[in-house]
């Protein structure tokens, strides 16, 4: 089992950047690929970024590609996300989730095959 918690969510205005993190519970942080998820009112939950278990590799959405960047510090159990160029369309309610088995990054990095989450922290970006 793995808890997660984010953090760094608020409100910020267009252009402008935050950091938001994830906090891991277990000792087996490293094994699980991360992703980040957001989701914005009356829409479905969307990808945003995803790293593998060492972080030598991410993947991004097309819509955030350039602007947000993952990273992840096993020794500290943490997931980040750098948001930076943010604009109104990316006010959502940010989650974090972990893939205890990578299958998520070679079927298309859906929500379904995450298996924990966060409770997820709000970003508002005003225009």
């Known amino acids: 089992q793995v808890q997660l918690v984010e953090s760094g969510g608020g409100l910020v205005q267009a252009g402008g950047s935050l950091r938001l993190s994830c906090a891991a519970s277990?000792?087996?942080?490293?094994?699980?690929?991360m992703g980040w998820f957001r989701q914005a009112p009356g829409k479905a939950r969307e990808f945003v970024v995803s790293i593998t278990q060492s972080g030598s590799n991410t993947y991004s959405a097309d819509s955030v590609k350039g602007r947000f960047t993952i990273s992840r510090d096993n020794a500290k159990n943490t997931v980040y996300l750098q948001m930076n160029s943010l604009k109104p369309e990316d006010t959502a309610v940010y989650y974090c989730a972990a893939d205890h088995d990578g299958s998520s990054w070679y079927r298309g990095h859906l929500a379904l095959e995450y298996d924990y989450w966060g409770q997820g922290t709000q970003v508002t970006v005003s225009s």
């Open positions: 277990g000792r087996t942080f490293s094994s699980y690929v």
